[in-house]
């Protein structure tokens, strides 16, 4: 009885060390896949116990680490990391130990967490740590762990980073920027107070006119160029804005570019106001000598300005908008003048609300009928007036009649100048309507286009619409453009004005303005052009004998191309002979006439046929007013 007791306690003995046995090599199987599983990885697999310490290392940890997992298996977690590192995140990593994933979801914890690790060479590394679902173990918890060097993504992100924070071209901070340091600038001074600072808003004075004349890749070169000058403008412990490793690095100046060829100088520690305008002479000094482009060496020196507008903190503003606003309105004060700077004043701030007004009046009067045309006769030795230029006025109602220098620029600036040049255009058909089908078919009519109009898709269209309107002849409808339009791409230029002649066969093409610009004369034979319009500048200083020359010389290229050319700005018996000397025959000037209304352009036609004996414009004198004997006007 005892024996087989004694043989059921054996039996019963072996079963159970053979299922031990049988368990520990599962165990060590199932050690052993997972072993062979964390090898497979690209990651640094580790487990550690709940007092923080590693108990099993993958082998990556050599790749990473530049360690071997036997010398880090038993020792510290925190090996593995800067010491004011593992202790900013030490209490965090011991929390994971007690929280399962759905107690992190309700926390809001996340499994990952960023930190900064320490190889064996002391080379700090970026990582990022993913932890797992600590497990019970005879010897008390073990977390498993995931180590990624994420030094690779971090590069990435500070290259995507500083690309959406940095003009591409100059490498300036861009507004964004900009917006993101002068908050924080703004933030410190209402902490602090007692500091002064200073907002310098700066505009390219011609830099249009190079961009579109000479081509965007000079644009560029001069604007790179302009950014290496504004860094020399600046004292030398001043560096231009940039971002760094992640961090805004604290500048002591900054110099932003918004776009185009606007730029902005941030001044944050000012003793007074008075040193911004010190600064901002430097720039104008710096900015206007001449430019010569490396990789167009055969272009002449280009020249430009710049216009200065600066706004004091906090005097002017204690907000970003209402500093850059106040910014913005000086450098449009001192771009009146050109080449200066101009401090924010009270009175500026009225003069911007009352340019508002006049955009808002503006587009109320293309609607109201507000516009009208006057017309200034072309005169031609021998022959008398052979056309005339539409120019646009505006009747305001409660300022009288207001001149184009007064809104066209602001209209060109806000692109009201499409619609209004198209309501210009329709009203001048109207008139070369009237004129063709009263007996004054030989005369023309002249219609300035700018160049947003030029560049709009409908612009064909609505010349369209115009001729076929009013049944107008387009041998007598020129289309005055200045040289800007052409020169900045004559390919372009020319063959939309090719299809433009095609379409409307006898329409005329004039360069307004001619020899502004700052191409030579060459590009002029690859224009389908027809006529060349002198500068008046040029003609009002015949005085002087630079300007005859450059009279002279422009009458002889376009009569070497076999084209009509017209001067304008005639004030005097002497321009007239110096012109016709040379070979100039069509006048426009106030020394023939000066702009004139619809009714008293007919009544002057009028007038020169009944005395001439003619009947070119008999067709108005059936329409004659009773109490004046004069014929009835054509409405503009």
Not at 351 to 362: F, S, W
Not at 374 to 389: A, C, D, L, S, T
Request: net charge neutral; aromatic share 8%; charged share 30%.
């Amino acid at each position: 009885m005892i024996n087989r007791r004694t043989t059921e306690l054996a039996d019963k003995r072996t079963a159970r060390d053979d299922k031990i046995r049988r368990y520990r090599r599962e165990l060590e199987d199932l050690k052993s896949r997972y072993q062979a599983l964390a090898e497979t990885a690209s990651d640094v697999i580790i487990q550690v116990s709940q007092d923080l310490r590693i108990v099993y290392a993958n082998s990556v940890v050599q790749d990473i680490f530049k360690t071997s997992p036997r010398k880090i298996v038993g020792r510290s977690f925190s090996v593995l990391f800067p010491t004011g590192e593992f202790k900013r995140v030490e209490e965090k990593i011991r929390n994971y130990f007690l929280l399962c994933l759905t107690d992190r979801q309700k926390k809001g914890i996340s499994n990952h967490l960023e930190l900064l690790g320490e190889t064996a060479g002391n080379e700090i590394i970026p990582l990022e740590i993913s932890f797992g679902i600590s497990v019970s173990t005879n010897n008390g918890l073990i977390m498993p762990c995931i180590i990624r060097d994420i030094s690779e993504r971090k590069k990435t992100e500070r290259k995507l980073r500083y690309l959406a924070y940095h003009d591409k071209l100059t490498d300036l901070g861009n507004r964004d920027l900009f917006h993101i340091y002068l908050t924080e600038y703004l933030n410190e001074t209402l902490r602090y107070g007692e500091r002064k600072g200073a907002l310098l808003f700066l505009d390219l004075d011609g830099f249009k006119k190079v961009n579109d004349s000479l081509g965007h890749h000079v644009g560029d070169a001069i604007l790179v160029e302009c950014t290496h000058r504004l860094h020399n403008c600046l004292r030398e412990s001043d560096q231009i804005f940039r971002v760094e490793n992640l961090e805004m690095e604290r500048r002591e100046e900054g110099v932003f570019r918004f776009g185009g060829d606007e730029f902005v100088v941030l001044l944050p520690h000012l003793r007074d106001p008075r040193e911004a305008a010190v600064v901002a002479l430097k720039i104008i000094s710096d900015i206007r000598r001449p430019y010569s482009i490396r990789e167009n060496p055969d272009l002449p020196y280009i020249s430009l300005g710049v216009s200065i507008g600066i706004s004091v903190i906090p005097d002017d503003g204690s907000d970003i908008s209402l500093l850059i606003s106040n910014a913005d309105i000086a450098m449009y004060r001192a771009k009146e003048r050109g080449n200066t700077y101009r401090f924010f004043t009270p009175e500026m701030n009225r003069e911007v609300t009352r340019r508002l007004h006049l955009e808002e009046g503006l587009r109320a009067a293309i609607c109201a009928s507000q516009l009208t045309l006057y017309f200034q006769p072309i005169h031609r030795n021998g022959k008398g007036i052979v056309g005339f230029e539409a120019l646009v006025r505006w009747l305001h109602p409660g300022e009288g009649i207001v001149l184009p220098n007064d809104f066209i620029s602001l209209a060109e600036e806000t692109g009201i100048i499409v619609p209004l040049g198209a309501m210009v255009l329709l009203k001048a058909c109207r008139m070369l309507s009237h004129l063709q089908h009263h007996g004054c078919a030989h005369l023309y009519v002249s219609v300035n286009i700018s160049p947003r109009q030029f560049d709009d898709p409908f612009f064909e269209r609505k010349i369209a619409e115009a001729v076929e309107k009013y049944q107008v002849d387009p041998r007598g409808l020129k289309l005055e453009m200045t040289e800007g339009v052409f020169i900045r791409n004559p390919r372009e230029a020319s063959l939309r004005i090719q299809e433009l002649k095609d379409r409307f066969p006898g329409l005329s093409f004039m360069i307004d303005d001619f020899g502004t610009g700052f191409s030579s004369f060459s590009y002029l034979s690859k224009l389908p052009v027809d006529v060349i319009k002198i500068d008046q500048t040029f003609v009002a200083g015949l005085d002087q004998e630079h300007n005859r020359k450059i009279v002279k010389g422009i009458i002889n290229l376009v009569k070497s191309l076999d084209l009509d050319v017209v001067a304008e700005g005639v004030q005097s018996q002497e321009h007239v002979k110096y012109l016709e000397k040379h070979g100039c025959y069509q006048h426009q000037g106030f020394y023939y006439y000066k702009p004139m209304k619809t009714d008293e352009l007919l009544h002057l036609l009028w007038e020169q046929n009944r005395h001439n004996g003619k009947e070119v414009c008999s067709g108005w004198q059936g329409k004659q007013e009773k109490s004046t004997g004069r014929p009835a006007a054509a409405s503009s």
